[in-house]
T-cell receptor
Framework: AQKVTQAQTEISVVEKEDVTLDCVYE???????LFWYKQPPSGELVFLIR??????QNEISGRYSWNFQKSTSSFNFTITASQVVDSAVYFC?????????????FGQGTRLTINP | DAGVTQSPTHLIKTRGQQVTLRCSPK?????VSWYQQALGQGPQFIFQ???????QRGNFPDRFSGHQFPNYSSELNVNALLLGDSALYLC??????????????FGPGTRLTVL
């Protein structure tokens, strides 16, 4: 069975601080994708990044960076110099093919609050 | 390029009623997945439609059913509504690439309240 754990339920920091959101996953698949989505108060899930299970290179996009480590089954997300607009619920998700269909398994989410 | 659209935005129903939610996928996508997100929880997979057929189903009762049309749009139907069906219903679209995985893009959701 696939499972995603986001142990941090809520995080609150002051603007300009760096913050790391943790994600640990479980799967028996050899091929899978990992995702991070952002859910602002409006409710829509916004895609941030996708990582292939065969590619462990870390990625940086502006103030966002992701650290994928298969050895620890983790896919952590860091926001550098946080801003108030980063306040949202962030979800880590795992995807695999099950009987020909692709299914996303989400963690419980981490509510991030950036205070001015 | 239109993204995933869903209608209606909000819906209020009473227990026992039936509801239909609608989704239009992102341009170029042919696969639609539905998720239920209860308050404070992560989205839970309901089912996925491709080529007008249900391909995979999550742990949801038969009261939840769906349909996909030739233009790839989809409907989610819920019969005999229960209070516990109150949630945000999210539609996601993607492109089926056989054994390859694709990114699912989400719509704004339909918030269903059952009284």
């Amino acid at each position: 069975a696939q499972k995603v754990t986001q142990a941090q339920t809520e995080i609150s920091v002051v603007e300009k601080e760096d913050v790391t959101l943790d994600c640990v996953y479980e799967t028996r698949d050899t091929t899978y994708y990992l995702f991070w989505y952002k859910q602002p108060p409006s409710g829509e899930l916004v895609f941030l990044i996708r990582r292939n299970s065969f590619d462990e290179q870390n990625e940086i996009s502006g103030r966002y960076s992701w650290n994928f480590q298969k050895s620890t089954s983790s896919f952590n997300f860091t926001i550098t110099a946080s801003q108030v607009v980063d306040s949202a619920v962030y979800f880590c998700a795992l995807s695999g093919i099950i009987q020909g269909a692709q299914k996303l398994v989400f963690g419980q989410g981490t509510r991030l609050t950036i205070n001015p | 390029d239109a993204g995933v659209t869903q209608s209606p935005t909000h819906l209020i129903k009473t227990r026992g009623q039936q509801v239909t939610l609608r989704c239009s996928p992102k341009s170029g996508h042919d696969t639609v997945s539905w998720y239920q997100q209860a308050l404070g929880q992560g989205p839970q997979f309901i089912f996925q439609y491709y080529e007008e057929e249900e391909r995979q189903r999550g742990n949801f009762p038969d009261r939840f059913s769906g349909h996909q049309f030739p233009n790839y749009s989809s409907e989610l139907n819920v019969n005999a509504l229960l209070l516990g069906d109150s949630a945000l219903y999210l539609c996601a679209s993607s492109l089926n690439q056989g054994a390859l995985l694709d990114t699912q893009y989400f719509g704004p959701g339909t918030r269903l309240t059952v009284l």
